[in-house]
């Protein structure tokens, strides 16, 4: 099989995850892969794995939505992709029309994964979708928020998100990260994602200084980067607190930053399923989350607790875990037992590859024999 994975960038989001995991089980069977995406971080994990790349212009104007569209239709040329696996709602369209433009009369199916967007905008975030064969949501709340946005329900299903499982904290990373982070023996409560308005990160600090209040040991790690970065440090030092969180902005070895902790705590608007959420079951380390979809189905399994949109409910559920450590060991070791039952990236690729082989027999069989070496793109 001859896979394309489209996504707006390789930085450090979990779509861009999910795209990583996805390239790596698909070499792994031999399928040969494709990325087209603006380059990121994260390309560091695809170097090697072998797998061709090609940049995708930021389609922010209509000038470079037809640029990106454009380089998408030569590389659908050149590789013949039997199948082409869309992240998200603007590069779905963009992948649809580089389809059309590069095997006109003939185009290789689509698959489009949905991995969120704000509310208010689901409805258009479905219309758009409508341009693929089949989409994949991660999970159940975002796929009635398609069909609710007219999106049919026969198209839509749900394969959840997966991650590898977590390597062992051992004493040396534990010391590294604790010098690095300049962190000391109180409880250590992890936030990772970028520094941007779905996250509502001050929303947390607000929580944390509430913690602060009452046991000023409590250290908040906010692991991440983005365009509020500077009105939440000025946040932080206008609640008193700036001595008690930590900013580190992107870091490589964030699931590390997780498995120190002694919660991952998300106070975000909305989430999909968020990877940091997933690495922490693995670890075994508790969330405590604002309810959204996503967080909310996972959370309902007993892997941690989701509270109300306000500071006051986030940071007594966060003092309440801080005084029963007995209860953060069993929230810990349910998490454990999700992520090897319907957590794991094996487990998200094995679903991803039956899609992939049932749209390909839809479309009537492999493209393979037409395909060129796609190894120069």
Same mark, same amino acid.
């Given at each position: 099989m001859r896979l394309m994975l489209v996504v707006s960038e390789m930085g450090v989001g979990g779509a861009?995850?999910?795209?990583?995991e996805l390239a790596r089980a698909a070499v792994d069977r031999g399928d040969a892969v494709t990325v087209l995406?603006?380059?990121g971080r994260l390309d560091?994990?695809?170097e090697p794995l072998g797998v061709a790349r090609a940049p995708l212009a930021r389609a922010r104007t209509s000038r470079a939505l037809a640029r990106a569209t454009l380089s998408g239709a030569r590389l659908v040329r050149r590789f013949r992709p039997d199948v082409i696996h869309s992240h998200n709602v603007r590069v779905t369209a963009i992948a649809r029309a580089a389809a059309h433009?590069?095997?006109?009369?003939?185009?290789p199916p689509l698959l489009a994964t949905y991995h969120g967007?704000? /509310?208010?905008?689901a409805g258009r975030a479905a219309r758009v979708l409508r341009a693929a064969d089949s989409v994949v949501c991660v999970s159940e709340g975002l796929r009635r928020e398609l069909i609710?946005?007219?999106l049919p329900g026969s198209r839509v299903t749900v394969v959840e998100n997966g991650v590898p499982p977590a390597s062992p904290l051992g004493d040396g990373v534990r010391e590294r990260i604790d010098r690095e982070l300049g962190l000391g023996p109180g409880p250590v409560i992890a936030a990772v994602g970028r520094l941007a308005p779905q996250k509502a990160h001050s929303r947390l600090l607000e929580a944390a200084a509430l913690v602060h209040a009452e046991r000023t040991d409590v250290q908040f790690v906010i692991v991440g980067d983005g365009p509020l970065r500077a009105d939440l440090e000025a946040?932080? /030092?206008r609640l008193g607190i700036e001595q008690a969180v930590r900013f580190t902005g992107v870091r490589d070895d964030a699931p590390q930053i997780i498995a120190r902790a002694d919660m991952l705590a998300f106070s975000s608007d909305w989430e999909g399923l968020s990877i940091a959420a997933l690495e922490a079951l693995a670890a075994g380390v508790p969330i405590v989350s604002t309810e959204v979809a996503g967080t909310r189905e996972l959370l309902a399994t007993g892997a941690g607790v989701a509270v109300e949109h306000d500071p006051r409910s986030l940071g007594r559920a966060i003092l309440d875990l801080i005084r029963d450590p007995e209860r953060r060991v069993l929230l810990g070791q349910r998490g454990r037992a999700l992520h090897e039952e319907r957590f794991s990236s094996r487990a998200?690729?094995?679903c991803y590859i039956r899609i992939y082989h049932d749209l390909i027999e839809r479309r009537g069989g492999s493209r393979s024999s037409l395909a060129t070496d796609g190894s120069n793109l």
């Open positions: 861009e995850r999910v795209v990583v995406a603006d380059p560091r994990e695809l433009l590069g095997v006109p009369g003939g185009r967007v704000p /509310a208010d905008e609710a946005g007219g946040h932080a /030092a998200m690729a094995d």
